[in-house]
């Protein structure tokens, strides 16, 4: 769900921009207010939402989230450390979900180079293309005619294949 901005709420701290992993959240220094300068390519992680103080920072629901007509609100309980989703249907029902905000501290997040090596996935059970014997095969069976994809039924038939 992308996230959007309530104007009037917004205070401009800018706290949404520096937490965007997208850089999607900007600020607009003409009216000092933040905004999400592209929607689409939101990475839908809401941090924007879980760090915004003024509660300025909400979603645009999906239809398979919440039907059509309905709104959805995000209420952030710092003390607490949960966020609350809130689906307000049209005749007037109100569903409330709570999930934990998992946000880990500044600078606490392991980078690839700190886990350790895995050892495990060398094993018969991870069969690849390049190990058939994995398998019990001494070869990966292959197609003895190539079908283009593009209209395959009609040029596999032609050529007097069957086409499946």
Request: charged share 25%; aromatic share 10%; net charge positive.
């Amino acid at each position: 769900m992308p996230t959007f901005v309530y104007s009037s709420l917004c205070k401009g701290c800018g706290k949404c921009v520096d937490i965007c992993p997208a850089d999607n959240m900007q600020y607009n220094p003409k009216n000092r207010k933040g905004y999400n300068a592209d929607p689409i390519m939101c990475a839908e992680c809401m941090n924007c939402v879980k760090y915004c103080p003024e509660h300025a920072v909400d979603v645009r629901p999906y239809a398979d989230f919440a039907p059509l007509g309905a709104r959805i609100g995000v209420v952030r309980d710092t003390k607490k450390n949960i966020i609350y989703w809130r689906i307000m249907y049209r005749d007037g029902t109100v569903y409330e979900m709570a999930s934990p905000i998992r946000t880990t501290p500044w600078g606490s997040a392991k980078g690839a180079l700190e886990y350790p090596e895995r050892t495990d996935l060398d094993s018969e059970l991870l069969a690849m293309e390049d190990k058939p014997e994995y398998l019990g095969f001494p070869e990966l069976p292959r197609p003895k005619q190539t079908v283009r994809l593009l209209g395959s039924i009609i040029k596999a038939k032609q050529q007097g294949g069957s086409g499946r």
